[in-house]
C-alpha cells in the first residue's frame, strides 16, 4: 500500500496549540465518554468500501495528509451532538460531521479543512426511529445505511414497502439524500422524498423542520412543508447544520417489475436515443432514473483490470474495448440503456411496447434477451439496484487500474441530444488529453440527466493522481463556459465548481455567505464545504 507505513507527524487543528487542543480532548471525554473521542495518529489504513477507514479520505486525489481530522468523536444523541458543537465553539476548533463516510468519490470521511474534528455520527447514532405501514414512511438516524432500512422492512414482514437504492448500497440513507445523491427507483430524487429534518445549529441549538416544529403533531413525515418559509433547502451541501433526525417516503411496492436493456451501435447514436428518450421520461413511460452507459464501464463493470483487455500505454484503444465486448454475452454496441418496468405484467408490457417501438428507430439497437445473461453480468445488479435492493458489484469497475480510486465530473443537462453530444464531447476531449479512459454514465432524472463521468485512477500513482485532477478542472471549467454546472462534488472541487454558480457577481454566494456567518459567528461547522468560507476563514488562502 502506498501509505499505511509512512510515519506520521501528529495532525491538530488550524490557529490551536497541541497542549491546547490535547486539554480541549480531555474535556470532551468527560462528555462523551473516553471511547468515543479518538485521535487521528495512527497510520492511515485504506481498508475497503465495507471496512472504510473514517481517518482520511480512501480515494485520495491529493496528498492523503492533506484532508484529515485531527480527531474523531462518536456522540450517541442530539444532546451529545449539541455538546460537541459548544465545544466546538468555545474552542473555535473547526468541526466536520459525516453520517457514515462512505461518500467516494466526493471525499469518502474526510473533512475539508485539515486538522477539523470529524463528528461521526453513524457509529452510535444508527436507529431506525419509525417505519409507518401506512404512510409508507420512515423516520431514521444518520447511522442507517440502506442495507440497514432494507433489512428491517423485510424482519418486519412489510412486503408492502420498498426502499430506494443509489449504485452502492453501504452508505447513509440521510447522509447520501443531504448530499442530494440519487437511487435508480421511481424514488430516485433522494432529497426530494424526505420529509421533516431534526437539526442541531452551529450555535447549539435543535430544531425540527416542516411540520415538526408543531408539538404533537402526526405529519412529520408526510408533509414536508410547515408553515413560513420552507428552511430544509439550506441544510442540504451546505455546513448550516447537523442533521440528526430525517423522515423519507418509501415507495409501495409496485407488484411487479422487469429490468431491460438496450444496446445501440455507435457512439453517434447518442443524440438520437436521447431525443428518444426525453419524452418517454417526462411522460413516466420511462419510469426510473435510468442509466445510459457507455461500454467501456459495462466491460469495466466485469471486475477485471484494464490489462485483461490491452496492455500498452494511453488511452485503451476502441478497437480493443469492442473485440472485447464483442466476446461478452452483451455482445458489441457503445451505448447500453438501463431501465426498468413496474407494475403488474399488463401495465408493464403496455409501456414496454411503446419503449421497445421507440428505442428501435435507432438503427442497430438490439433488447438484450436477460434470460440470455449469467448471475454476475452488469444487468443483474442493475436490476436490483432498480428495484431497490441494495448491492455492491458496482464497485467492481475500480479494479480497472491498479489501487484504483475513483472520482467524479457530475455535470447536469436537459435530456437533449445536443446537450449530451456536447458535454460527452468535451469530456473525451479532456480524457485524451490527460490519457484517461472514459467510463461516461447519463442517470436520466425527470426533465435533466445527471452526466457522471468517473475517473478512475491508480491513487498510488501520484502523476496519475494529478492528472485525474486536472482533467477533472479542466472539465469543469469547459462545462461552465457553455453554461452547465456540477450537481456534486468532491471537497478539493468546492471552490472551483461554487465559483462557477457566480451570476450576478456571486449574489448567491454572497447569501450563501450572509447565513453562515449569522448562523454560525465562530465559522466552526465544516468551513469551506461546499464553497463556503466563514468570515474567519474568507480570502485568507484556504480556498483552493
Ligand atoms: P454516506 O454515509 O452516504 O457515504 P457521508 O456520511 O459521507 O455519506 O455524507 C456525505 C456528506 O454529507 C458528508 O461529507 C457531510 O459533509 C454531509 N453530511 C452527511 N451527514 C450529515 C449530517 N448528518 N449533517 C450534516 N451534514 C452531513
Known amino acids: ?108 470521511a474526510a473533512p475539508r479543512v485539515r486538522g477539523s474534528v470529524v463528528i461521526d455520527l453513524g457509529k452510535r447514532m444508527n436507529k431506525i426511529l419509525d417505519i409507518s405501514p401506512e404512510d409508507c414512511t420512515c423516520l431514521i438516524e444518520p447511522g442507517v445505511s440502506y442495507f440497514a432500512l432494507y433489512n428491517e422492512i423485510k424482519a418486519r414482514g412489510y412486503e ?13 440513507v440521510l447522509g447520501n439524500a443531504v448530499d442530494r445523491g440519487v437511487g435508480y427507483t421511481p424514488y430516485g430524487d433522494h432529497w426530494a422524498c424526505h420529509s421533516g429534518l431534526e437539526v442541531v445549529l452551529p450555535t447549539g441549538e435543535v430544531i425540527r423542520t416542516g411540520m415538526g416544529a408543531l408539538p404533537g403533531n402526526n405529519t412529520w413525515q408526510t408533509f414536508p412543508y410547515g408553515f413560513g418559509p420552507y428552511s430544509d433547502g439550506i441544510f442540504s451541501q451546505s455546513n448550516f447544520g447537523i442533521v440528526t433526525k430525517m423522515g423519507m417516503a418509501l415507495m409501495p411496492n409496485p407488484g411487479g417489475y422487469e ?46 483490470p484494464r490489462s485483461a483487455y490491452y496492455t500498452g500505454s494511453g488511452i485503451i484503444p476502441e478497437e480493443a474495448i469492442h473485440a472485447a465486448a464483442a466476446a461478452t454475452p452483451v455482445g458489441d454496441c457503445t451505448w447500453i440503456y438501463y431501465g426498468m418496468a413496474y407494475g403488474p405484467p399488463h401495465i408493464r408490457q403496455y409501456k414496454l411496447s411503446i419503449i421497445d417501438a421507440e428505442f428501435k428507430r435507432v438503427a442497430g439497437a438490439r433488447r438484450i434477451d436477460p434470460s440470455t445473461l449469467p448471475p454476475d453480468e452488469d444487468f443483474w445488479a442493475r436490476d436490483r439496484v432498480a428495484a431497490g435492493v441494495p448491492d455492491i458489484q458496482e464497485l467492481r469497475w475500480v479494479n480497472w487500474m491498479p489501487n484504483g480510486a475513483h472520482i467524479a465530473f457530475s455535470p447536469v443537462s436537459p435530456i437533449r441530444g445536443a446537450d449530451a453530444t456536447r458535454l460527452f464531447a468535451l469530456a473525451k476531449r479532456r480524457h485524451d488529453e490527460f490519457g484517461i479512459d ?100 474568507r480570502n485568507r488562502g484556504w480556498e483552493m
Open 160 to 172: 408492502h414497502l420498498w426502499i430506494d437504492v443509489p449504485d452502492v448500497g453501504g452508505g447513509s
Open 438 to 537: 472514459i467510463f461516461p454514465v447519463f442517470c436520466v432524472g425527470l426533465r435533466e440527466m445527471h452526466l457522471i463521468v468517473e475517473i478512475v485512477f491508480d491513487r498510488a500513482d501520484p502523476a496519475r493522481r494529478r492528472a485525474a485532477l486536472d482533467c477533472l478542472r479542466c472539465m469543469i471549467d469547459d462545462a461552465a463556459a457553455y453554461g452547465y454546472g456540477e450537481y456534486r462534488t468532491h471537497l478539493v472541487l468546492m471552490d472551483q465548481v461554487a465559483g462557477t454558480y457566480n451570476w450576478n457577481d456571486g449574489a448567491l454566494m454572497k447569501f450563501n455567505e450572509k447565513l453562515k456567518d449569522a448562523l454560525d459567528p465562530n465559522g466552526i461547522l465544516a468551513p469551506g464545504r461546499c464553497g463556503i468560507w466563514p468570515k474567519r476563514y
Open 259 to 304: 429490468s431491460f436493456m438496450y444496446t445501440f451501435p455507435n457512439e453517434d447514436d447518442l443524440p438520437d436515443l436521447i431525443e428518444i428518450i426525453r419524452p418517454l421520461r417526462i411522460s413516466n413511460i420511462l419510469e426510473n432514473v435510468a442509466q445510459l452507459r457507455h461500454i467501456t464501464q459495462t466491460l469495466a463493470s466485469r471486475g477485471k
Open 1 to 108: 500500500k502506498p501509505h499505511s507505513s509512512r510515519k506520521r507527524l501528529p495532525v491538530i487543528p488550524p490557529g490551536v496549540e497541541e497542549p491546547v487542543f490535547l486539554d480541549a480532548l480531555e474535556e470532551l471525554r468527560k462528555h462523551l465518554g473516553a471511547d468515543n473521542v479518538e485521535r487521528n495518529d495512527k497510520p492511515l489504513k485504506d481498508g475497503w468500501y465495507m471496512e472504510h477507514p473514517n481517518t482520511h479520505d480512501m480515494m485520495a486525489i491529493v496528498d492523503d495528509e492533506e484532508l484529515v481530522p485531527s480527531a474523531i468523536v462518536y456522540p450517541g444523541s442530539t444532546e451529545e451532538v449539541q455538546q460537541v458543537v459548544l465545544w466546538a465553539n468555545r474552542h473555535k476548533i473547526p468541526i466536520f460531521p459525516i453520517s457514515m463516510g462512505r461518500n467516494f468519490g466526493y471525499g469518502g
